[in-house]
């Protein structure tokens, strides 16, 4: 309930946009920056890590190393 309020409160203290001053323009992007942050806190990114191209390659290694020694003990 307390971050719906701060949302509020910062849409209904922004400025008019009717000739903006420099003073106002300024106000209302600090306004309009602390709710990107505020949602993007909330909303957070549904994207995968990146991987580096040497820790896939050390993975790929990992997992061909690992089938080759299940091939070996099914063969026996």
């Known amino acids: 309930m ?3 309020r701060q949302i509020f409160t910062m849409h209904v203290l922004r400025v008019s ?3 903006k001053m420099n003073r106002k323009k300024k106000l209302n992007s600090i306004l309009d920056k602390r709710i990107k942050r505020m949602n ?3 909303n957070p990114a549904l994207k ?3 991987v ?3 820790e896939r390659a050390r ?3 990992l997992e061909q190393n ?3 020694q299940n ?3 099914t063969e026996q």
């Open 2 to 4: 307390c971050l719906f």
């Open 17 to 19: 946009t009717e000739k």
């Open 40 to 42: 993007a806190k909330k």
């Open 48 to 50: 995968p890590k990146y």
């Open 52 to 54: 580096s191209k040497a």
């Open 59 to 61: 993975i790929e290694a």
């Open 66 to 68: 690992s089938e080759s």
């Open 71 to 73: 091939a070996v003990m």
